[in-house]
């Protein structure tokens, strides 16, 4: 079924039958898909990873790669047939007519050229604009971005900014030239509530001012505050597609009624997200069963400390030599068998946080303890023999391991503490390794595969079972989930559920998205310019926040 425009204008976009695949004799990974996107209207392709949604978009602009091959009755942009244009005509389309946001702004942006000079590359090389011209539209391009002190973030490069400003940096490029058609993949999957909320402001302003956008993303909140209309993708295909309203709110297919039934917004904490393994296939009209409530706390003393952060104060020196006071007088306590969330801008100290509580950096003031024995100032042969009692799970999984190693190696060095091959501490390690991946619900068989060859849900489910590997009683979780779709999203946070259920473990749970936090945290801190501002129990910080800058982040949070 066609997404043929509602609003009756001319396409700007026009893609019909649409087939892509790799290799010779590769199966095709999109297949007949069609769509239309009119001036001053935005479409969004939803659908889990490997549905087709990326190939889709970089299919349109000539950038599914070499090994690609592709068919299509038409792929026109305002009429303009882009089925066989040259590399050097491909050139004069991107930038000038199409604008490109993909999620992965460190990748997309030059190293090694400040990200000032390359938004202004594309004004040089595209317009008549005199240098002082260029350097003022820079300028204003960051500001309506959101980006803070512009004068200064112009001089730096990607490397300097968080993911946050490389990701504002990146979208102030892509529309520098005012394209007819804006293709956005995932453009604010790394972004905090706030940011997040100024960038779909921004996607919306686009879009009024007649811009055709294309909306790439697994967050149907984000979808719903921006998108006109829906087409949901899954195995290549499109299966559904209308009105995002009637979409979201009364959808016909299975599959996309368990896609919307994953969202965590709004459900109980305990609530089981994912479909249990066994339904029908293509999900379930009905939602989950909840999954049995994470044990009662009378069992672990509401008095009883996991993990206590007192007066931790943390200043970075500048490459000038400026000091930056990176995390101020904040305390927190995370309760034994609970999950405390933190949420917060980004650059407001979370992560900063989450290595003092690692013990990977030492705080300038403060303390840090465990189980309340003193942990952070201390040193680290002091902290070793017990350093196993705290565990990470990071954002970027791929990023943490060692792409040499198989997941048999990387959870055999985890279970063993690094000894090596021959020894003691080795014995048994092979039975250990199978019970942590039967612990997350991975098969024998991802044993010898290297992390880059696993789907994005499968290395987050070897993160946590490396990080389950020395018997934690914590657990870090930084944004553990922000790159997931949300039918792998629902199946992680079930998982961490079910784990805190059967062990005890006490999380602290980073995430700039407060739907999963509200679903996982049994406590919310609130952080803001290196302070925590407010701290309680979550359903308090949702129903009464107190801070308003805890009210700003609710209100910018979008809802299904």
Not at 83 to 96: D, H, P
Request: with cysteine; proline share 6%; charged share 25%.
């Amino acid at each position: 079924m066609s997404a043929a425009g509602a609003t009756g204008a001319d396409p700007v976009l026009r893609v019909e039958n649409l087939t892509v695949g790799f290799g010779a004799s590769g199966a095709a990974v999109v297949e007949g898909v069609s769509f239309t996107v009119a001036a001053g209207e935005c479409l969004a392709l939803v659908g889990e990873s490997g549905s087709g949604k990326s190939v889709t978009a970089r299919s349109i602009l000539g950038l599914a790669g070499a090994r690609s091959w592709q068919r299509a009755d038409a792929v026109e942009l305002s009429e303009r047939d882009l089925r066989s244009l040259s590399e050097r005509e491909w050139r004069s389309v991107r930038g000038r007519n199409v604008g490109l946001i993909l999620q992965d702004a460190l990748a997309s942006l030059d190293p090694l050229r400040p990200v000032g000079r390359e938004i202004a590359d594309a004004l040089r090389l595209h317009t008549r604009l005199s240098p002082a011209a260029r350097a003022a539209r820079v300028h204003e391009l960051l500001r309506s971005v959101g980006m803070p002190e512009p004068e200064l973030r112009v001089k730096q490069r990607s490397g300097e900014l968080s993911g946050g400003l490389r990701q504002r940096a990146l979208i102030a490029s892509a529309i520098a030239l005012d394209p007819g058609l804006l293709i956005a993949d995932e453009p604010t999957t790394a972004l905090d509530t706030t940011v997040q909320a100024r960038i779909l402001d921004l996607l919306a302003e686009q879009k009024e001012s007649g811009t055709a956008v294309l909306l790439i993303s697994h967050d149907l909140a984000v979808v719903s505050r921006v998108a006109d209309r829906v087409a949901v993708l899954r195995e290549g295909r499109i299966i559904e597609t209308g009105p995002t309203d009637r979409v979201l709110r009364n959808p016909e297919e299975p599959y996309t009624r368990r896609l919307i039934g994953a969202v965590p917004t709004g459900r109980p904490r305990g609530e089981r997200l994912s479909v249990p393994v066994g339904s029908a296939p293509g999900g379930s009209a009905q939602r989950a069963r909840p999954a049995a409530p994470v044990p009662a706390r009378a069992t672990t003393p509401r008095d009883a400390v996991a993990l206590s952060v007192r007066n931790v104060t943390v200043r970075f020196r500048g490459p000038n030599g400026s000091t930056r006071l990176a995390v101020d007088s904040a305390s927190v306590d995370l309760h034994t068998g609970t999950t405390l969330g933190l949420v917060g801008e980004s650059g407001s100290g979370k992560t900063t946080l989450a290595r003092l509580a690692l013990g990977l950096i030492a705080p300038d003031a403060g303390e840090v303890r465990v189980g309340g024995e003193p942990w952070n100032p201390l040193a680290e042969k002091h902290r070793r023999p017990v350093r196993a009692r705290v565990g990470a799970v990071y954002q970027d999984s791929l990023a943490s391991f060692d792409p040499r190693l198989s997941v048999e190696a990387i959870l055999t060095d985890a279970a063993t503490g690094g000894a090596r091959r021959g020894s003691p501490a080795r014995s048994g390690a092979a039975d250990r390794v199978r019970e942590l991946l039967d612990s997350v619900g991975l098969p024998a068989g991802v044993l010898p595969a290297r992390p880059l060859n696993l789907s994005g849900g499968q290395r987050q489910r070897v993160a946590i079972a490396r990080a389950l590997a020395p018997r934690p009683d914590i657990l870090i979780c930084d944004e553990p989930v922000s790159a997931l779709d949300v039918s792998v999203q629902a199946q992680v946070l079930d998982l961490l559920d079910e784990l805190q259920e059967r062990h005890g473990l006490s999380y602290l749970f980073i995430s700039h998205d407060l739907g999963v936090v509200a679903h996982m945290a049994d406590r919310i801190a609130v952080m803001s310019e290196g302070r925590i501002v407010e701290m309680a129990d979550t359903d308090r910080i949702l129903a009464a926040p107190q801070h308003p800058f805890t009210r700003r982040l609710l209100d910018a949070s979008p809802r299904l």
